[in-house]
T-cell receptor
Framework: EPEVTQTPSHQVTQMGQEVILRCVPI?????FYWYRQILGQKVEFLVS????????KSEIFDDQFSVERPDGSNFTLKIRSTKLEDSAMYFC??????????????FGPGTRLTVL | GQSLEQPSEVTAVEGAIVQINCTYQ??????LSWYQQHDGGAPTFLSY????GLEETGRFSSFLSRSDSYGYLLLQELQMKDSASYFC?????????FGKGTRLHILP
């Protein structure tokens, strides 16, 4: 069964450094998403991406964040100048459709980001 | 604005039935989903309701009333492996907004 994959599973970085989290969505999916989950809290939407551009973003997704689909398979989240409060689990997800058609978003296993 | 409300914790006995309620307030509502998340794991999709009524998938059922902005997840024949957090989530535009989750504790 196809699945979303994410690398690395755990990333440790120093405050102020840049990190890139990588995701490979399911191959025939057209919509891609990033979510984050601070330990013990709810899953929070960051950004959705379609047709090589951001379709929606939350207030969390400020200029510190960027997303890119550098090739036909990868989908990345870049966090510039990381802060302690960026420590969280970051989930990538993909879906065939969106809006009324986004019946199911398939989540990757997540990348645990620890900022020291 | 938008909000979702669900109980923070529910406890039930193995083999029993449990219902987890969710009320929401949002614009641009397409439908309501339920996700399961085990500790340290990723959210996994359980069900989706776009129209009023009950959707059944095995031991799990989900209900939606759009007029009441209310839904619930019903878990039957509870098993210990069902111990997890359950999130209701509203679909709007190009995103899903998750509730804070309900921690389900199952007693033997």
């Amino acid at each position: 069964e196809p699945e979303v994959t994410q690398t690395p599973s755990h990333q440790v970085t120093q405050m102020g450094q840049e990190v890139i989290l990588r995701c490979v969505p399911i191959s025939n999916h057209l919509y891609f998403y990033w979510y984050r989950q601070i330990l013990g809290q709810k899953v929070e939407f960051l950004v959705s991406f379609y047709n090589n551009e951001i379709s929606e973003k939350s207030e969390i997704f400020d200029d510190q964040f960027s997303v890119e689909r550098p090739d036909g398979s990868n989908f990345t989240l870049k966090i510039r100048s990381t802060k302690l409060e960026d420590s969280a689990m970051y989930f990538c997800a993909s879906s065939v459709g969106s809006g009324a058609g986004s019946l199911t978003q398939y989540f990757g296993p997540g990348t645990r980001l620890t900022v020291l | 604005g938008q909000s979702l409300e669900q109980p923070s914790e529910v406890t039930a006995v193995e083999g029993a039935i449990v219902q987890i309620n969710c009320t929401y307030q949002t614009s641009g509502f397409y439908g309501l989903s339920w996700y399961q998340q085990h500790d340290g794991g990723a959210p996994t999709f359980l069900s989706y309701n776009a129209l009023d009524g009950l959707e059944e998938t095995g031991r799990f059922s989900s209900f939606l009333s759009r007029s009441d902005s209310y839904g619930y997840l019903l878990l039957q024949e509870l098993q210990m492996k069902d111990s997890a957090s359950y999130f209701c989530a509203v679909h709007r535009d190009d995103k899903i907004i998750f509730g804070k989750g309900t921690r389900l504790h199952i007693l033997p």
